[in-house]
Structures are given as structure tokens and as C-alpha cells.
């Protein structure tokens, strides 16, 4: 375990990849806004937010009553977060002012005793920290901390970061070894009280997230002991289901994922950065445990996990249903940034794999093209007319709406992607490690690098090296696992990638000049996935990648019908591919495969076989499914 690495500074990172900057454009020009305005209630048609003047409410500016989820807070921390980062990518003093003031107005919603928390203030000011199990009280703190440091580091401002030292300062204070035991409902604070202690090197800071990570499990009966002190409950979560916080053993004897899904994944997150900040062995093993048990038995092809609505959570193992499937956005984005702490321990590029295979594919999904509109859950499977209005398929909504009563899903997505160059690179004293093919401008220690980037749709890419130091480094890009053949270029020259790969990363040592590049070329082979046949819905079936992209079929591409659909999977070479021209979908590449059409009579059962009819089915990238109106979608076919 290695964690001597320098932290990358965003403001470092341009991202200036087409596919990246074009969604990261979307985002702050248009999905900012938007969120801004939902926030405010200033948008039409959508779900109310009210979150805004929740603040204004209990500092005092506004007369009303508190609306909406208990964790409301969380939805202007999140927005204010990706904001901050959105001020890095693309200045803006109108934003940064309303920005300003909006922290203002939290600024007068902080108690004198440091706490804040809108829900709790307005509605039911005797009942603080009586209800950690529901009341997601540490959870707001957590983002808001998020949010703080991320503000600070885009524009020196330490307004927001001074109220969550106070609050920080009030949790501190109250929680602990000799004070009041008791552990978030939620895992988040953990996130933020990690973040807060790397910006402020306070180790106060630091030791709470420890205590809360360690305190949890200690004692499975806290919840269940909490709730019988009170007699007043909000959401009937049931204390008892200690599975689904996690709570139900120490972080040291947990060896498989379970439980609520983002909970879970949160807390690894926590788990990790601890590990990789102390340099601690028995912690980072516990990590490595559950992270074998999520990422090989409990993972969707696209990343998503998290496979059932009840809870929101992990199943059992290989249980992986499509047209079932949750999948929540907010938890592949949680995936990503346990993948990126365990990254700072252990340069693997399973870790890396999974971010790309997370992002490309279970997170921008929750996005439509236009960006008005948001998947919470991300199925691999719809059927309009049965997805979301049958019993049991109710959650798999068939189209994105525009807002959600819980929305936590489009904040935590638009974070993710203006946050996107903090996963991009890692620095340590005698390597620059490249996790991912996304090109950019990077100004790190070491070296300048200029990354230039046809990937996602093709397979060249060229880093530009500028030296800052005579001293010999290595340059170490990650080389996704799919990629089985490339070729390596320095200077120009060929050379014998293959000996120097270790763990998934490409390492090239020697002392750099002035405009040294390396060029990497590849194919875009369309390949085959297969499930494990422990995957019961996916036996018999195929999958269809090409570079990061796990591809769907739907009904608009296929004559409203892609259920009917067997791919003949010894065909699958002669596949073609296909620029699209579509409006919506232009310059992405399809993908046009071999396929029978099974045919029926219209009687329900038959002594018949179905008819076979050869046809070319039509795939397209899974992240833009659901732009082109009601469809059905099917990512795993029917294949012979």
C-alpha cells in the first residue's frame, strides 16, 4: 500500500476532450441553471424543490413552513459543490455571486451552537439529534462540508468552510468516545469530515471520521436503543435492519456489500481515504474485501449497482435483474469515488476499469442529452406499459423526468461530471499516473501534459510531455482491461509496451525532454460480453461493447420491437458500424449486427415454432437510451 501521492489541484486540469467538454459545457450552461432555478421554485412543470428558501425560512428571511425531504439541505450542497467546480472549468461572476448568497443565507440559518440543519430548525427544533437512524442530520453536514471545501479551493473564499468548521466543531463536540455514542443513519459526514481535515489539516477532523467509521457495528442494538428512547419516528425505518446501514458489524469483520446501496459505497469511500491518508494495512484490507465482493458478484455490466428498489440495495450474490434493476445514478457516482480512493493506495487497474466503466456508461445515463431531465434508477431492460406501472417494476421509469421529490440524483451527477479532471490523474514522488483516456491540459508537479484524445468513438491518443524537473520519473497510463491489442509510440518510435505493463498500468521511465509524446493506437473491435451463469437473467444472453461503451437496443431503432430480437452471435464480425445522423444522437456510433426476428401467429400458444425472419438490429451507446421518446430498451439479447 503506497499513499505518498500528491494531491492533483483541479484548477490544474482542462478538460478538452470532445466528448467530455462537450458534457461538461451541458452542465454549466445548462444544467446549473436549471438545477438553480428548480432550486429556487423558479421552474415550471417540475417537482417543487423549496430547498432554497427552506434556509431563508429559518434564517429568518422568509415566513413559512419547512418543505419537503428530511435531507433537503443535502440538494443546495450538492448544487453549490458542483457549482464550485463549475466556477473552475468556466469562470463566471454572476454565478459566483448568486453562489455567494446563497451561502449567505446558510451563513444566517447556523445556529449559535454551530448547528445547522433547515428541517430541524423550522419544524422540530426539540427533536435535534434524537433520530440519527432517519433523520439524515450528519448526512446534510457531510455534503455541506463537501461543498465548503470545494468553494474554498475554487475561489479562496472560506465563508461556507468557517460555517461547517463551526458545525464540524458542534459534531465534535457531541460525539464520541466519552460523550454521546451514536453513528449517521446515512454515511456522508464521514466524506466531509475527511475532506475538511485534508484542506484544513485539522485532526480533529479527521479523528471523527474515524470514530464514526470504527463506532460503527460495535454495537448492532444502537438504532434499535435510540428509537426506544423516543416515542415519535419519521420515515418507520425499522431499527432492527441493521443490513441495510451497515451497522450490523465492525468495518473490519464486513466482507460483503449489502444493504442500502449509496450508504454503503459512502462509507467505503470514507473507508478508503482513512486508509490511504494513515497508511492503514488493516483498513485498506477491509476495503480490498469489500470491494472483491461488490465489484466481481454484485455489479452490473454498466456499473450500476444497488439491484433492488426494496432499500434501495445490494442483494444477494450474482442476483442482477434488468428489468428490475435500481441501479441508482447516485450510487455508481459513489462507486467512482471509492474506485479513485483506492486508487491512492494500490495503482490496480481494476479500479481504474470500473471508474471508466461507471462513467461512460450507470452515471451519465441518469442525464438526458438536453440535460432537463434525470434517471434515478437505471434499468438495463424496459417494456412501456409494464415499466413503471406494474407492481414490482413501478421505480423503472420509462422516461427521465424533470425533478425528483427525493433529488439527489441530478445534483450528485452534475458534481460528478464538473469534478470530472480530480479522477484523472494521481502524482506520487517518482510516478504521474493516467487513469483515463480523457484529453486535457494538466499542469502537475512533475510535468506539464497535454493530452489529446479521439476516445471514446476511436483509439488514438498522444501525451504531450513538458519536464519540470531533469530528474528521471515515469509516466504510467492506465491500459483499460478490454484492451488486448496496441500499439506504443515514443518520440515516433515503436516500442514493446507489453514488458512494461504491471497491474493494468503502462509505465515508461526515463528522464523527459521538451515535446516528448507517447502515442497509443488500437482498434475499436466490437466485442461479445458474456454473464457469469450465475447471473440467472442473463444465461443465454449477450451483451455488445465497443471501447468504454456498454451498447442497448431499442425500439426506435428496431421496429418498435426488440424483445423478438436473437442475435447470431457467430455473426457478430460481421457487424457494422454506423456514424448516426440523427438529431439527437449525431456523430455517435451505432452498431448494426446480425439478428433473427422471431415471429408468432396470434394465438397464445402454439405446437409451431415462431417464424424467423434475418434482419440487422441496431444498437446504440446505453448512456443515450431514452432521448428519442417511449421506447423498449434491452441491453443483455437473446443470442444463438
Not at 441553471?33 to 415550471?44: A, K, S, Y
Not at 454521546?180 to 480533529?204: A, K, S
Request: net charge negative; aromatic share 12%.
Amino acid at each position: 500500500m503506497d499513499s505518498n501521492e500528491s494531491w492533483v489541484d483541479l484548477k490544474n486540469i482542462k478538460i478538452t476532450d470532445d466528448f467530455w467538454s462537450g458534457m461538461q459545457n451541458l452542465v454549466t450552461d445548462v444544467v446549473i441553471p436549471f438545477q438553480e432555478r428548480v432550486l429556487n421554485d423558479d421552474e415550471p412543470d417540475v417537482e417543487k424543490s423549496h430547498a432554497i428558501e427552506n434556509f431563508r425560512i429559518a434564517a429568518g428571511l422568509s415566513d413559512g413552513e419547512f418543505y419537503g425531504m428530511v435531507f433537503q439541505d443535502s440538494d443546495v450542497a450538492k448544487w453549490l459543490e458542483g457549482a464550485a467546480y463549475s466556477l473552475i472549468i468556466k469562470p463566471d461572476k454572476e454565478l459566483e455571486k448568486r453562489a455567494d448568497d446563497i451561502i449567505g443565507i446558510i451563513e444566517k440559518a447556523q445556529q449559535p451552537d454551530g448547528y445547522l440543519n433547515t428541517y430541524f430548525t423550522i419544524k422540530e427544533p426539540d427533536h435535534r439529534w434524537q433520530n440519527l437512524l432517519e433523520c439524515h442530520e450528519l448526512y446534510c453536514a457531510g455534503h455541506m462540508m463537501e461543498a465548503a471545501v470545494a468553494y474554498y479551493d475554487a475561489t479562496g473564499k472560506d465563508r461556507l468552510l468557517k460555517v461547517m468548521e463551526r458545525m464540524a466543531g458542534h459534531i465534535i463536540n457531541r460525539f464520541g468516545p466519552d460523550k454521546i455514542t451514536g453513528i449517521p443513519g446515512h454515511q456522508e459526514v464521514e466524506i466531509g469530515l475527511m475532506r475538511m481535515y485534508h484542506v484544513t489539516d485539522n485532526e480533529e477532523y479527521k479523528k471523527m471520521a474515524r470514530y464514526f467509521l470504527e463506532e460503527r457495528g460495535k454495537n448492532p442494538d444502537f438504532f434499535k436503543e435510540e428509537a426506544q428512547k423516543r416515542d415519535w419516528k419519521h420515515f418507520g425505518m425499522i431499527p432492527e435492519d441493521t443490513k441495510y446501514n451497515q451497522s450490523y458489524a465492525t468495518i473490519y469483520e464486513q466482507d460483503e456489500a449489502v444493504g442500502h446501496s449509496v450508504r454503503a459505497v459512502y462509507m467505503y469511500t470514507a473507508m478508503a481515504d482513512l486508509a490511504a491518508t494513515d497508511k492503514d494495512e488493516r483498513l485498506y484490507k477491509a476495503c480490498r474485501r469489500l470491494w472483491d465482493n461488490m465489484a466481481q458478484k454484485k455489479m452490473y455490466i454498466t456499473g450500476g449497482i444497488g439491484s433492488t428498489v426494496e432499500g434501495e440495495a445490494f442483494t444477494k450474490e450474482y442476483e442482477l435483474p434488468n428489468d428490475m434493476a435500481y441501479a441508482e445514478t447516485c450510487a455508481s457516482i459513489g462507486l467512482v469515488f471509492f474506485a479513485k480512493q483506492m486508487l491512492r493506495m494500490d495503482k490496480s487497474g481494476e479500479y481504474a476499469d470500473v471508474m471508466e466503466r461507471a462513467l461512460y456508461n450507470g452515471i451519465i445515463s441518469g442525464m438526458q442529452l438536453d440535460g432537463k431531465r434525470f434517471f434515478y434508477v437505471n434499468p438495463l431492460e424496459v417494456n412501456p406499459g409494464v415499466s413503471g406501472e406494474i407492481f414490482g417494476y413501478k421505480h423503472v421509469i420509462p422516461q427521465r423526468p424533470g425533478w425528483y421529490a427525493c433529488a439527489c440524483c441530478p445534483p450528485n451527477l452534475v458534481r460528478m461530471v464538473t469534478s470530472l479532471g480530480k479522477y484523472t490523474w494521481d502524482e506520487d514522488e517518482d510516478t504521474i499516473y493516467s487513469h483515463m483516456f480523457i484529453g486535457q491540459e494538466a499542469k502537475l508537479n512533475k510535468a506539464d501534459i497535454s493530452v489529446k484524445s479521439s476516445y471514446p468513438w476511436k483509439g488514438q491518443i498522444a501525451y504531450t510531455i513538458n519536464p519540470k524537473t531533469s530528474d528521471k520519473f515515469a509516466v504510467a497510463i492506465h491500459i483499460p482491461g478490454y484492451l488486448k491489442k496496441y500499439t506504443v509510440r515514443l518520440n515516433g518510435e515503436i516500442i514493446d509496451a507489453s514488458k512494461q505493463v504491471k497491474n493494468g498500468y503502462m509505465y515508461i521511465e526515463r528522464v523527459w525532454y521538451s515535446n516528448d509524446t507517447i502515442e497509443i493506437t488500437f482498434d475499436m473491435e466490437i466485442r461479445k460480453v458474456y454473464a457469469n451463469t450465475h447471473v440467472r437473467e442473463d444465461i443465454g444472453c449477450v451483451a455488445l461493447m465497443r471501447g468504454p461503451f456498454v451498447y442497448c437496443f431499442e425500439g426506435v431503432d428496431n421496429d418498435s420491437d426488440v424483445q423478438s430480437l436473437i442475435l447470431e452471435a457467430e455473426k457478430i464480425d460481421q457487424a457494422k458500424e454506423e456514424i448516426m445522423t440523427d438529431d439527437l444522437l449525431k456523430g455517435m456510433t451505432s452498431i448494426l449486427v446480425p439478428a433473427v426476428r422471431l415471429e408468432s401467429d396470434d394465438g397464445l400458444y402454439s405446437e409451431n415454432p415462431p417464424k424467423e425472419r434475418s434482419v440487422m438490429a441496431k444498437a446504440v451507446p446505453y448512456f443515450a437510451w431514452g432521448n428519442r421518446g417511449l421506447n423498449q430498451m434491452r441491453v443483455w439479447m437473446h443470442s444463438r
